[in-house]
Every structure is written in structure tokens, then in C-alpha cells.
T-cell receptor, first 115, second 112 residues
Framework: DTAVSQTPKYLVTQMGNDKSIKCEQN?????MYWYKQDSKKFLKIMFS???????INETVPNRFSPKSPDKAHLNLHINSLELGDSAVYFC??????????????FGPGTRLTVT | SQQGEEDPQALSIQEGENATMNCSYK?????LQWYRQNSGRGLVHLIL?????REKHGGRLRVTLDTSKKSSSLLITASRAADTASYFC????????????FGGGTRVLVKP
């Protein structure tokens, strides 16, 4: 039973194309996140949604647009892909069980390569 | 710069030895978490320590938190080859939307 799943696992595309990555969690969590991990393994948060409401919106180009149709899904659409968008994108979810404590569950990642 | 900075960046030890890595951060936090990432995989949560806690244990893991020094350490005792992975600290701030900010990670190689 996969807790947080992402599709596709690999995505190879050309500059200028538009692509989407999908994420689903079956943990019943209220909050979902998108992270970008670059080639040096730095992991940076991009967005988070809580119950379909955008909570965190880091400094990310407008070409990136998250969409949360319901609290179990958070998709990431990227317009006009650029070489610098090549990275591994991780989806995660969390639920605050105790005050000040929320662990995140990560998906397996989507490796995006822009050529 | 990253909120969490880890030290060392890489660590190579023999099976059975202990591995210690440190994390420093800059601002007040609600919790600090440690995650493991195996090559080509997603991150796996290891342990969470809240800002009012000083030490936490979980199996072969021991985490300390010193909020006055804004630092944490992760100790893995009696390491195994399967512990080979990258380890990340992440600082959690509730007021920022339950945001986690990750450090650059420590790459640990455990040689059999």
C-alpha cells in the first residue's frame, strides 16, 4: 500500500514544453507539499496546501502552478520548461498529530530532465 | 543560505562503528527532524524532536537538540552497511505554515 505516490517516475521533455506531475496520498493527511531537489541534493520547498488551500508559496517562477482538486491530491503543472527545471521533484504529506510536531511522508520522486 | 547546515558533508566509517552528524540552524523552531534518503529514493522520516525536548532515542538512533546553541546531532550506533544513505536535518516552523527547511545533508558510507 503506497502512502504517497507520484506519476510519472521519470519525465524527459524538451525545452518549451508543458508538463504535469501528479501526486496522491492515502494517509488521510490534511497538508501536502512539493519540493525540488537539485543535482547537489539540496531540497527546497516550493508549495504546500492544507485542505486544498495554498499555504506556502515560495519564490518559484510563475511557470509552476500547483493544483489541489481535493486534500488527497496535489498536482504540479509546469509551463514553458527550461533547462534549469531539471531536478527531482518530491511530493510529501503531513498531519499535525501533536502540537508542534508534524512529520512528513515523501513520495518516491519524479526525475525531470529537460533537454 | 540554508536554515539547516550539516556537518560533515560526508562520512565514511566501518560497519559496527558509530556515526555522528551535526546540524546548525539560525532561527527559532518548533521542531527539528532527521530524514534518510537512499540513493534514487524519497526521504524517510527517522525521528522528530520538539523544541522543548533535549534528547530522543529511537532504536539505534539518538538525537540531541540544544536550542541555546541552535544545534542538533544525530548519532547512529553500531552502524550497518544498510545505513549507507544521505541524512538530512530539517527545521520545522509552525508559524510559517508547518514549513520544513532542509539542510544540505550528510552522505554516510558504511563499509562492510
Amino acid at each position: 500500500d503506497t502512502a504517497v505516490s507520484q506519476t510519472p517516475k521519470y519525465l524527459v521533455t524538451q525545452m518549451g514544453n508543458d508538463k504535469s506531475i501528479k501526486c496522491e496520498q492515502n494517509l488521510g493527511h490534511d497538508t501536502m507539499y512539493w519540493y525540488k531537489q537539485d543535482s547537489k541534493k539540496f531540497l527546497k520547498i516550493m508549495f504546500s496546501y492544507n485542505n486544498k488551500e495554498l499555504i506556502i508559496n515560495e519564490t518559484v517562477p510563475n511557470r509552476f502552478s500547483p493544483k489541489s482538486p481535493d486534500k488527497a491530491h496535489l498536482n504540479l503543472h509546469i509551463n514553458s520548461l527550461e533547462l534549469g527545471d531539471s531536478a527531482v521533484y518530491f511530493c510529501a504529506s503531513s498531519q499535525e498529530a501533536l502540537a508542534g510536531a508534524w512529520e512528513q511522508y515523501f513520495g518516491p520522486g519524479t526525475r525531470l530532465t529537460v533537454t | 543560505s540554508q536554515q539547516g547546515e550539516e556537518d560533515p558533508q560526508a562520512l565514511s566509517i566501518q560497519e559496527g562503528e558509530n556515526a555522528t552528524m551535526n546540524c546548525s540552524y539560525k532561527t527559532s523552531i518548533n521542531n527539528l527532524q532527521w530524514y534518510r534518503q537512499n540513493s534514487g529514493r524519497g526521504l524517510v522520516h527517522l525521528i522528530l524532536i520538539r523544541s522543548n525536548e533535549r534528547e530522543k532515542h529511537g532504536g539505534r538512533l539518538r538525537v540531541t537538540l540544544d536550542t541555546s546553541k541552535k544545534s542538533s546531532s544525530l548519532l547512529i550506533t553500531a552502524s550497518r552497511a544498510a545505513d549507507t544513505a544521505s541524512y538530512f536535518c530539517a527545521t520545522g516552523i509552525k508559524a510559517a505554515g508547518n514549513k520544513l527547511t532542509f539542510g544540505g545533508g550528510t552522505r554516510v558510507l558504511v563499509k562492510p
